[in-house]
């Protein structure tokens, strides 16, 4: 092991330590068996408030080094790491220290601390496994299936600190050691030498030691089995373009772990996809997220949705030239999905979608669109006027981003409000309304949006296999129906008819259930049908029976049925809010 990294501190440490060490030695007139339970290993609390909590927490380290490093034989970088890097393990080595009965008696120093902590450590020996993968950076959640069940002392495990300062004295620290023993732990069981030659296989390419440090940080299972052959590929075929392996090494994230199999895969695409030579590597050069970004599977990911959209390969060439250059391409897939179910959701029609991704992708995928609901309340607008605007005009979307304020659709005036009243009027008469009849003034205040969207949902009431009677009879039975979007009106519907198994016949016979919102009908269904399975409700009831009670009825005739009713109605409304 070399200590030669600060032989001046090391040397004044070691002498600090020497200071302390009548403090850390146990007084031989003391009965061992008390130090297990009694007051001589307690820490009291009037003794650590006359103390600084940092100055607490630094005689912990003090009296935790001493005990690794003079005690147990650690060798020294692990003992000063284990002592100096485990806060957590630290704390609670104090929190049991203050949990006793007994208290231990005042002190006036930062001694007594340290002498109680050493005897506790000398009497309690403590998992080293524990304090030691904290200090390599590693949480007690990432740290508690790694601490072997059958070893409780580091020197039990030779060959884990034997590759522990293989990787120290090739320039990794701890930190990424914890990294690497989370991705590919079996590296540090490795018999005495494998490590070693592992590694200068690498350096055996041409690669540089700082470079191949790097390459074991960003992806450590290359150091299982033999030489990772597509390493090897990709940074041949990389230095073919003319990127030297300072560029490699520049564009790879220690944060990252790489599969470099897929970003072969990702390099041999972006090959294929661009006939010029030049044009590749001035694309790779300003773009390195391509190939680097989670090893290029979001490159892969991005080119199947849009040749599903119908992109020619010039087409996505282009695509990828004109992405800007900060956009990291996961969020840039997920903003276009999100447009393309926007787009759905308006009954766009399939031919018209490709056509706008295979023009606008570039600047769709840099900003997410807001929620089709938003756009149909605010842009006073149904969806097919939507989709006009966009086909007109694909760049208004532009304006519809999340942040922005949305302005209402152009040519809202005077004029389009009274052609949607005329709209409105002509469906009225199509139900059966009588002209200029007071029914029909009421119809019109109740029938709120516009002409177009009221038969658009009047449209969809047909398409779920009603004739225009029964629809017609359920419009004037309960106008509030039309009301209310169609997408909302879609999922209402699906639940009550799909998932619930009620008839189109009962939403004929009580139209006015669709009014009552679908999270009012899940919360009371989910309590109907707990207190049915408890033998406490009848089966089948009325749609209406369930949802038209009020809150304070409805638990009084059903909730209250059952004992554990009210705790598992306020369960089932938590759920439903969060």
């Known amino acids: 092991m070399s200590l030669t990294?600060?032989?001046?501190?090391?040397?004044?440490?070691?002498?600090?330590?020497?200071?302390?060490?009548?403090i850390f030695k146990p007084q031989p007139s003391i009965n061992p068996r008390s130090l297990t339970t009694g007051a001589a290993t307690t820490l009291?609390?009037?003794?650590?408030?006359?103390?600084?909590?940092?100055?607490?927490?630094?005689?912990?380290?003090?009296?935790?080094?001493?005990?690794?490093?003079?005690?147990?034989?650690?060798?020294?970088?692990?003992?000063?790491?284990?002592?100096?890097?485990?806060?957590?393990?630290?704390?609670?080595l104090l929190k049991k220290l203050h949990s006793s009965n007994d208290a231990y008696a005042s002190a006036s120093c930062g001694e007594e601390v340290v002498r109680t902590i050493t005897r506790f450590l000398l009497y309690h020996p403590v998992n080293e496994f524990e304090p030691?993968?904290?200090?390599?950076?590693?949480?007690?959640?990432?740290?508690?299936?790694?601490?072997?069940?059958?070893?409780?002392?580091?020197?039990?495990?030779?060959?884990?600190?034997?590759?522990?300062?293989?990787?120290?004295?090739?320039?990794?620290?701890?930190?990424?050691?914890?990294?690497?023993?989370?991705?590919?732990?079996?590296?540090?069981?490795?018999?005495?030498?494998?490590?070693?030659?592992?590694?200068?296989?690498?350096?055996?390419?041409?690669?540089?030691?700082?470079?191949?440090?790097?390459?074991?940080?960003?992806?450590?299972?290359?150091?299982?089995?033999?030489?990772?052959?597509?390493?090897?590929?990709?940074?041949?075929?990389?230095?073919?373009?003319?990127?030297?392996?300072?560029?490699?090494?520049?564009?790879?994230?220690?944060?990252?772990?790489?599969?470099?199999?897929?970003?072969?895969?990702?390099?041999?695409?972006?090959?294929?996809?661009?006939?010029?030579e030049s044009e590749l590597c001035e694309l790779i050069k300003n773009r390195p997220g391509l190939v680097f970004e989670d090893s290029g599977e979001w490159t892969l990911v991005l080119a199947g949705f849009q040749t599903k959209l119908g992109c020619s390969r010039k087409e996505l060439a282009s695509l990828f030239l004109r992405l800007p250059e900060s956009q990291e391409l996961r969020k840039c897939v997920s903003n276009l999905r999100h447009c393309l179910l926007f787009l759905e959701g308006i009954k766009m029609e399939a031919y018209e979608i490709g056509k706008i991704f295979r023009s606008h992708s570039h600047w769709l995928g840099v900003s997410r669109l807001k929620h089709t609901s938003t756009f149909l309340n605010t842009l006073k607008g149904g969806k097919k006027r939507l989709c006009q605007v966009i086909q007109e005009n694909p760049e208004e979307m532009k304006k519809w981003s999340m942040g922005l304020r949305v302005q209402p659709l152009p040519g809202t005036g005077v004029v389009d409000i009274v052609g949607s009243k005329a709209m409105k009027t002509q469906f009225l008469l199509e139900l059966g309304y009588k002209e200029n009849s007071e029914e029909m003034e009421k119809a019109l205040r109740c029938f709120r949006g516009r002409g177009s969207e009221l038969r658009e949902r009047f449209d969809f009431l047909l398409s779920l296999g009603l004739n225009e009677k029964e629809a017609k009879d359920m419009v004037r039975t309960s106008p509030d129906v039309l009301t209310q979007a169609s997408d909302v009106l879609e999922a209402k519907v699906n639940y009550l008819v799909n998932e619930l198994g009620y008839p189109l016949s009962t939403l004929v016979a009580f139209p006015s259930c669709l009014k009552y919102t679908l999270e009012r009908m899940k919360l009371r269904f989910a309590m109907y049908y707990w207190l049915q399975d408890r033998g406490k409700a009848a089966s089948k009831l009325a749609i209406s029976t369930i949802l038209v009670y009020s809150d304070k009825s409805f638990v009084t005739r059903f909730v209250n049925r059952h004992p554990d009713g009210p705790k598992h109605f306020e369960e089932l409304k938590k759920t439903a809010t969060l």
Request: proline share 3%.
């Open 44 to 92: 009291d609390k009037a003794t650590t408030s006359k103390l600084p909590r940092n100055e607490i927490r630094r005689m912990a380290q003090v009296a935790m080094f001493d005990y690794f490093y003079n005690n147990r034989g650690l060798q020294f970088l692990i003992a000063e790491s284990m002592s100096q890097n485990a806060p957590l393990f630290n704390d609670n």
């Open 132 to 276: 030691f993968f904290e200090s390599l950076g590693l949480k007690p959640s990432e740290f508690s299936r790694l601490v072997p069940c059958d070893k409780m002392f580091l020197s039990e495990d030779v060959f884990l600190l034997e590759n522990y300062h293989v990787f120290w004295n090739y320039g990794i620290d701890r930190e990424k050691m914890g990294k690497i023993f989370k991705e590919a732990r079996e590296v540090f069981g490795y018999e005495s030498g494998v490590l070693v030659s592992k590694i200068q296989g690498f350096e055996g390419l041409g690669f540089s030691k700082f470079f191949v440090s790097k390459l074991i940080v960003c992806s450590p299972r290359i150091l299982i089995g033999g030489v990772d052959v597509e390493v090897v590929r990709v940074i041949e075929m990389l230095r073919g373009m003319g990127f030297g392996l300072d560029w490699v090494e520049e564009n790879l994230s220690e944060e990252g772990s790489y599969d470099w199999r897929c970003v072969y895969r990702c390099l041999s695409f972006l090959r294929e996809l661009c006939v010029d």
């Open 5 to 22: 990294r600060n032989p001046k501190s090391l040397t004044s440490l070691l002498n600090w330590v020497s200071r302390k060490v009548s």
